[in-house]
C-alpha cells in the first residue's frame, strides 16, 4: 500500500529556507518520476518541480516562479524526494505535496497517480 510521508514544513521569515522531504513505500520508488506540487487557499494546485531518472542521471525541472530559488533532489537508496526551498517568498505560502508520476506530463497534476500527505509551509512578511 503506497504511503508518503512529508516532512520539514514550517513558519519562516521571507528570505528564509525550508526543506521538505517525502519519504515513500509500498511502490518501486526509483521507476518513478516524483514531484512536488502546492495549493494555497482558495486556489488550484500547482506545478513546482519534478524529477526524472534516466540512466543513472536526474533532470530537474522547475516552475518558472521557483526556478532558482528551489532545488529539487532525489535518493533512490532512501525513497525520498527532497525540496530545498531558499529566498523563500509570502506567496510560496501553501501546503506542499510530494506525488509519483503516472504518465504524461510532469507538470500537470492529473499525471499524476500517487499523492503523498501535504507539508504546510508559510512564509511571514
Known amino acids: 500500500r503506497f504511503s508518503c510521508r512529508a516532512s520539514g514544513g514550517g513558519l519562516v521569515q521571507a528570505g528564509g529556507s525550508l526543506r521538505l522531504s517525502c519519504a515513500a513505500s509500498g511502490l518501486t520508488f526509483s521507476s518513478y518520476k516524483w514531484g512536488w506540487f502546492r495549493q494555497a487557499p482558495g486556489k488550484e494546485r500547482e506545478f513546482v518541480a519534478a524529477?526524472?531518472?534516466?540512466?543513472?542521471?536526474?533532470?530537474?525541472y522547475y516552475a518558472d516562479s521557483v526556478k532558482g530559488r528551489f532545488t529539487i533532489s532525489r535518493d533512490n537508496a532512501k525513497n525520498t524526494v527532497n525540496l530545498q526551498m531558499n529566498l523563500l517568498k509570502p506567496e510560496d505560502t501553501a501546503n506542499y505535496f510530494c506525488?509519483?508520476?503516472?504518465?504524461?506530463?510532469?507538470?500537470?497534476?492529473?499525471?499524476?497517480?500517487?499523492w503523498g500527505q501535504g507539508a504546510l509551509v508559510t512564509v511571514s512578511s
Open positions: 506525488a509519483a508520476q503516472g504518465g504524461g506530463t510532469y507538470y500537470r497534476p492529473e499525471d499524476y497517480a500517487y
Open positions: 524529477i526524472t531518472w534516466r540512466l543513472a542521471v536526474a533532470y530537474a
